[in-house]
């Protein structure tokens, strides 16, 4: 075997890295990619990814491809499509930490909506397609609440690749759906559940032989391990006391279980950070089988204004479970109306996020009053996705009359007199 290869987690078939199926040929399990431990560990290879840290040009320069020993280290310069990505903030804001009942700068905001397309697909895209292209794919798919449509789209653009999204009919955000169009992909509006899209999109990849590029593929989590990564750097390798994650399909929480199990394993960090993802109310299957301890799975009709996490049958359910075993994590639901509050609480304060992202800010203030996130606590939050992803959801908040919600900014229509302007700014 080579340095890197793919594992069955159900069966532990093994095959090689450039294998094109995206589950198990065998039983159809889950595959995880696996990587022989990078020559360097410790100290070194944290200096080796210190050393990149400036870099301006080239692969190295993106946010993914600088941590390259952990992602795809067989691929080379020239196989690799990157626009670049990643290399997002980690922000501060008194008011966001307030709400949520952090002190100061104990509450750290990973703001992944700064993503060439708005949110963190990009970072398990530049991955997945740029191995679509290393196998000889000859297109690609995924089924999609939006965001992943977005970016493999775009990727697929810059590879030169056919794309096909298939979404669910009336439960995208505008942006999203704008996006897969702009960029090319040929978009499906399935009237059904984004579970059933999912399925479809399984099935559609074996019968067609596109290659498929939902977070059921092992090489999209190692893009995302990246997130964990980068944040573990910005903060000169202390890790946190708490990542906090809103979960849906669970390919974050599965990565970042991943990216900090070998974090420990190579010497980067000394101590894992808890994880904590966090679920809507109305899609939670993942927050009940934590409530009975793992003991089974479950699919829920899901519901939501959180519009990327609406989802019933998470697809990388086992994986995520061992990320929370292994973290010591939780998993929690908060409600669409603390999601949506949370959400206009980070867009006032002028940072501002798409509503599945505002999920992780509700979960920590939820954690922080039931104190589990004790104070003091060091805590990163991720912010997914951008605010422009959603507008329909900032203007039917912004609004609402019936009652209007607690940080409601109505806008205000008048004749175009300067009396009506100055009426409206003494209000
Ligand atoms: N936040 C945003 C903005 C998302 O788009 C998603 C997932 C999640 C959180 C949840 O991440 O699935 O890894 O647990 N969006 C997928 C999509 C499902 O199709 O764009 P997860």
Redesign the pocket.
Known sequence: MSDTWQLCTSCGNEIPETDPHTRCPRCRGLLEVRHRPPAQGGAALRATFDARWGVRRGVLASGVWRYREAVLPSAAPEEVLSYPEGNTPLMTSPAVARWAGATGEALLLKHEGQNPTG???DRGMTVGVTQARRIGARAVAC???????AALAAYAALGGLPALVLVPKGHVALGKLAQALAYGARTLLVRGS?DQCLELADQASDRLGVYLLN?VNPFRLEGQKTIVLELLQQLAWQPPDWIVV????????AAFGKALAEACEWGLIDRVPRLAAVQAEGAAPFALSFREGFARRHRVEPHTVAT??Q?GN?V?YDRAVRAVRDTDGVVIAVSDAEILEAKAVVDGAGIGC?P??AAAIAGTRRLARDGVIKSGDRVVAIL??HVL?DPASVTHYHQERDPAPPHANRPVEIDPHLEEVERAMSR
Do not use: D, Q, R, V
Request: charged fraction near 10%; proline fraction near 6%.
């Open positions: 949110s963190f697909k089924a999609s609440t939006g965001n992943t449509a984004f977070s809103p979960a849906g399909n669970l390919g974050n929480t990327a996490i989802i998470p990388s798409e599945a992202s997914t996705g992803k």
